[in-house]
């Protein structure tokens, strides 16, 4: 019998660039595979499985309340739609029939990112508007305190690497400025590996992707205030219809949270003793040199940083990253810096034995270039 690959005559993957979309983000334990089978093969009330699924997530989780959605970028939609319009039936069907006076969602500027999709995008979405706080290097507790007016409906603070670091408030600070003005404040913290330290600091809403650190199917977790999750399942009524999660996803994010909070996780010491061997050989290579560097958002994460010298590898790094791409392997990197000369490559999801045909790879095209 052929394999996936062969039959639809598709190149095989090294992923070195983490848990992303585009590459189908990870790959679930048999345990969850199990549950998502069980659960494609019965049938079930679907009100009550949401409901109880969501009941023992937010027992697991020790909050007030959970719910499954259908991925992290729904949840921001459900979460603003669910702050806006709250239990008004009419407007759950009719969101953007009718604009919403109230409807600003103020969020730090350098948190206006683009994750695959704009985060302004899911506001809008979601009925909201988008309106920026303090500067694209800098947002004090003060700076988000003065974007908000008598439209504000929430606070909207995106836990990510994709959003500026430096001299951003935490979300600690966001939750003590949403206290004082009386608005819920939602946490996009789609890749983040602690699914209980935002609620505890103080958020309404908190969302999570099933399928990155949690290694779940394709779906996404919103946990947070009773009051407001509830608000946020009355939106499969509405806008939520089209972003409905099937009972699969459902089971199979559920399993996947109860092994996620017992099992051991490979810690960032790990990764760099995996990674080590990779490192020493490529620093063996003319024009390259390579280190460990740690994540940018604080995560328990190590990555390789692999930079290049492009006067004298004889290529741009943006034509090698391409180039990696198009061999008998698909190699991808994190490219955020390709245009500094640098890519960093994420060994979550690679074995020793693929770093060492990215290795040869690289050394490859590398050799190739020179002789050039």
Known sequence: MSSIY??????QVINASGRMTALGVSTPRAEVVDAVTNGMNHYFEMKDLVNKTGDYIANLLEVEGATVVSCASAGIALSV????????AWLIENLHAAPLENNEIVL??????????????????????????????????????AAISPRTAAILYIKSHHSVQKSMLSVEQAAVVARKHNLPLIVDAAAEEDLQCYYRAGAD????????????????????????????????????RAMKVGKEGILGLTCAIEHYLTAAKESGAQMVEKMSPFIDNLNTLDG???RVVWDAAGRDIARTEIKFDEA????????LVSAL??????????????NEGIIEADVRSVSPQQLEIVYHCIKALVSKEKQA
């Open 312 to 319: 004298v590898i004889g290529t741009s790094t943006s034509e």
């Open 325 to 338: 791409k198009q061999g008998e392997y698909a190699i991808f990197f994190r490219g955020y810096k390709a």
């Open 6 to 11: 062969e039959k639809y005559n598709l190149k």
């Open 81 to 88: 739609a669910a702050v806006l319009v709250k239990d008004n």
């Open 288 to 290: 390259i040199s390579a």
């Open 205 to 240: 809403l908190v969302i999570y992707s099933g399928a990155k650190a949690i290694e779940g199917p394709t779906s996404g977790l919103v946990i947070g205030k009773a009051q407001y999750v509830e608000w946020v399942k009355l939106q499969t009524g509405g806008i939520g």
């Open 108 to 145: 730090p500027k350098g948190h206006n990112v683009n994750f695959g999709a704009p985060v302004g995008t899911m506001v809008n979405l979601g009925g909201g508007k988008v309106v920026e706080a303090g500067y694209a290097n800098e947002c004090s507790a003060d700076q988000l305190a």
